[in-house]
């Protein structure tokens, strides 16, 4: 069965401390995944994708590994700010499949 | 690029009305668009898929006659909810693709919170 787990479900961090969020999936055959930010009240934003060849990925403070062996992903953020305060969905891809499998999310807030 | 709006952004109305919501590619040609809802503190589900000028493909469990979907043309999709009750109240996000997206990439919609009352 094509799943997608996140852990936490939730986290509390200090501003300007690093986090890192993660993400085990069985969804097969792969084809990529992607982090994706999402603000209460809006739609998913992405952060990053990866295929099956790259380990690593980064967008500003947002840096994103894979390991496409052991089927898991973590979203690193560093020196986190109050507007990192967010959802965090990890969503991957099956190839020739036309859906997305969504993890439930991790929940960041991050307070002064 | 690849922007994806929605309207309305929020509604509100009776029960027993219809809603309808529409989504838009601003600056790409979407084959593909996808409807997807959300309740509080859960992941996004897939209830729908849309491709321009044909039927929408229904998610099992998704009552194609109450969540009617058009994809009349290539920037846009419309989202009716029939007969709508409270317990259809959520948050509706579309997607959109085009055929030549990179990693089947799917750009988001800000989404539309829907409450009945």
């Known amino acids: 069965k094509n799943q997608v787990e996140q852990s936490p479900q939730s986290l509390i961090i200090l501003e300007g401390k690093n986090c890192t969020l993660q993400?085990?999936?069985?969804?097969?055959?792969?084809?990529?995944l992607r982090w994706y930010k999402q603000d209460t009240g809006r739609g998913p934003v992405s952060l990053t994708i990866m295929t099956f060849s790259e380990n690593t990925k980064s967008n500003g403070r947002y840096t994103a590994t894979l390991d496409a062996d052991t089927k898991q992903s973590s979203l690193h953020i560093t020196a986190s700010q109050l507007s990192d305060s967010a959802s965090y969905i990890c969503v991957v891809s099956a190839a020739g499949a036309n859906n997305l499998f969504f993890g439930t999310g991790t929940r960041l807030t991050v307070i002064p | 690029g690849a922007v994806v709006s929605q309207h309305p952004s929020w509604v509100i109305c009776k029960s027993g009305t219809s809603v309808k919501i529409e989504c838009r590619s601003l600056?790409?040609?979407?084959?593909?668009m996808f409807w997807y809802r959300q309740f509080p503190k859960q992941s996004l589900m897939l209830m729908a898929t849309s491709n321009e000028g044909s039927k929408a493909t229904y998610e099992q469990g998704v009552e194609k006659d109450k969540f009617l979907i058009n994809h009349a043309s290539l920037t846009l999709s419309t989202l009716t909810v029939t007969s709508a009750h409270p317990e259809d109240s959520s948050f509706y996000i579309c997607?959109?693709?085009?055929?030549?997206?990179?990693?089947?990439?799917?750009?988001f919609g800000p989404g539309t919170r829907l409450t009945v009352l």
């Open positions: 993400c085990n999936y069985t969804v097969s055959p792969f084809s990529n």
């Open positions: 600056d790409f040609q979407a084959t593909t």
């Open positions: 997607s959109a693709r085009t055929d030549v997206s990179s990693y089947n990439e799917q750009f």
